[in-house]
């Protein structure tokens, strides 16, 4: 790796990034500052158009894959090396911000027009990368699209993916004029590098303008299916009831203690709870949840898995129900490319950038590509720590510190 003389590098358009956001911001509004862009929606499928259209504006041929995955590629000198890429991902929570995802999006578009500003060519190709269905509150679950493309999911598992509205990902994906052949031996890549919000409070309590993510914890969804029977809320003495929701409530307490109990690296949730009853008067006799699990380590993941079955099962007898435990999907920890962080922190050091190494407590993208491409991700703080919000902000400075990192680490790889 070699470092470039810095008076050569171009500066990015601080101004033409800032625009670029707020023009994309303009799609699916909820509450004035809010986004509500779910993937494959009217919504989503408005914000590719855009990004498309900006791309070719950019002299960038948008190319497709099975996943609806776009992929903008700007030729380099070497069209036998594989693209320094960068990218993620422009759907949004139903509450969701302006920079949760687009901001690497754009990021990466901005490094090609500040390139193409300055005439400045590359070896390898660059592209940049819009990732379907990030978020998974409409296909669940979320980085669908990076996982197909990473290999972690088969073309049939990515194809009858259901959304919440019952439609199959392969059809909407198709009516969605989004979907295409390509396929990842099609797109090869060197290198890939996605700029996030942090999500959390870290940077801004540390006053760095930079994070270099080093890793990100691993994930694992354990579908719990909880079973009772139907009665009369009426007529039903509360000792003869074999109630599925109040089971299910106090699985989740239990359920939290046991994350408090392995240690503050540990992460339970339980964000969505269904009945099979909706009735005020009907005490519920089916519920389902899904369990969220998080931690740096695989081994204590596994643990977790173990302790979750053996908690949802004990207070199934407590309450005269049953409780089923499967495990529906996992992503293991990711530990990222030390020549792509390299890149980032000497990118970092060159901008005099205060920054800290970190680890991602959300899972991105960037987690799935690893497996496959050396990636590595650059954070940017945001305000108070919010995000998956309306009120989720990115002051403009700091998106542009974050763009001029990822130009330099980008050129870095790219020579
Ligand atoms: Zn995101």
């Known amino acids: 790796m070699t470092d470039l003389p810095a008076n050569t590098i171009p500066i990015i358009n601080t101004e033409r990034l800032w625009a670029r956001h707020m023009e994309m911001a303009k799609i699916g509004v909820v509450e004035k ?3 509500c862009r779910l993937a494959l929606t009217p919504e989503d499928i408005e914000a590719r158009t855009l990004f498309a259209h900006w791309c070719g504006d950019a002299g960038m041929e948008v190319k497709c894959d099975r996943a609806g995955n776009m992929f903008a590629i700007r030729p380099g000198r070497n069209p036998a090396r594989g693209a320094v ?24 578009l901005e490094v090609i027009e500040t390139l193409n500003d300055a005439g400045f060519e590359t070896d390898a190709p660059l592209m940049v990368i819009n990732w ?19 290999g972690r999911i088969d073309d049939e598992t990515l194809d009858e993916t ?3 509205d019952g439609k199959r990902f392969a059809d909407e994906a198709a009516a969605s004029g989004w979907r295409g052949t390509k396929t990842p031996v099609d797109l090869p890549m060197e290198a890939f590098f996605e700029l996030h919000i942090e999500q959390g409070p870290v940077l801004e309590d540390a006053g760095a303008d930079i994070g270099v993510v080093t890793t990100v914890q691993g994930l694992s969804w354990l579908d719990v299916r909880v079973t009772g029977m139907d009665a009369h809320a009426g007529t039903t003495p509360l000792a003869a009831r074999r109630d599925a929701l109040l089971a299910s409530g106090a699985m989740l307490v239990a359920l939290n203690k046991m994350g408090r109990d392995i240690g503050e690296d540990a992460r339970v949730s339980v964000g969505r709870l269904t009945t099979a009853t909706d009735g005020p008067s009907t005490v519920v006799g089916a519920a389902e949840f899904v369990i969220d699990i998080r931690h740096p380590d695989q ?8 302790e979750c079955a053996r908690v949802c099962i004990a ?14 999907f996992g992503i293991p920890p990711t530990q990222f490319d030390q020549s792509c962080i390299d890149a ?23 987690a799935n590509i690893a497996a496959k491409v050396p990636t590595a991700m650059i954070f940017i703080p945001c305000r108070d720590g919010i995000s998956h919000n309306i009120a989720e902000y990115a002051t403009k400075e700091h998106l542009a ?7 330099r680490a980008m050129l870095t790889k790219a020579g």
């Open 132 to 150: 379907t269905n990030e978020e998974g509150v409409r296909f669940a679950p979320g980085i669908l699209g990076s996982a197909w493309f990473a």
């Open 299 to 306: 081994k204590v993941i596994d643990h977790m898995q173990t």
């Open 85 to 108: 890429a960068a990218g993620s991902h422009l759907d949004t929570q139903p509450h969701g911000g302006r920079f949760d995802g687009i901001s690497g999006v754009l990021t990466a």
């Open 344 to 366: 980032l922190e000497s990118a970092v050091k060159g901008l005099q950038l205060p920054y800290r190494r970190m680890a991602s407590g959300a899972l991105h993208d960037a």
């Open 315 to 328: 207070v199934a007898q407590e309450y005269g129900v049953e409780a089923r435990v499967s495990v529906r």
């Open 401 to 407: 510190a974050g763009c001029n990192v990822l130009l």
């Open 33 to 35: 500052t809010g986004n």
């Open 162 to 164: 259901l959304s919440t």
